[in-house]
């Protein structure tokens, strides 16, 4: 499994970016996608999940009802919207893959793709 990760920037609070995981795998019935973060300073932490088949998906407390994690089956890609984007958002975003029921822990994640920066202004 290959993932390719895009989409950050840097950008004032409260607005929005997309972020896109292009994925390159044999099989994607039984495989969850995952969206982590690593802030200065900080240990890599969960955002979002998203299982393959079913579409279902998981969010960490923080980004609730501010980000959206999607499927693209023509395009094989994950995308992560993110809205009312505050500056303790900025960190190096990274999608990840495993198979099995998608999960917040990183470690379950065996696939990286490289990370994605995103700068959130105050």
């Known amino acids: 499994v290959q993932l390719q990760a895009s989409g950050g920037g840097l950008v004032q609070a409260g607005g929005s970016l997309r972020l896109s995981c292009a994925i390159s795998?044999?099989?994607?019935?039984?495989?969850?996608l995952g969206w982590f973060r690593r802030a200065p300073g900080k240990e890599r932490e969960f955002v979002a999940a998203?299982?393959?088949?079913?579409?279902?998906?998981y969010y960490a407390d923080s980004v609730k009802g501010r980000f959206t994690i999607s499927k693209n089956n023509t395009k094989n890609a994950i995308h992560l919207q993110m809205n009312s984007l505050k500056p303790e958002d900025t960190a190096i975003y990274y999608c990840?893959?495993?198979?099995?029921?998608?999960?917040?822990?990183?470690?379950?994640?065996?696939?990286w793709g490289q990370g994605t920066q995103v700068t959130v202004s105050s």
């Open positions: 998203i299982t393959w088949r079913t579409g279902s998906t």
């Open positions: 990840a893959a495993r198979f099995g029921a998608n999960t917040p822990r990183n470690d379950l994640y065996r696939y």
């Open positions: 795998a044999r099989i994607f019935n039984n495989i969850s």
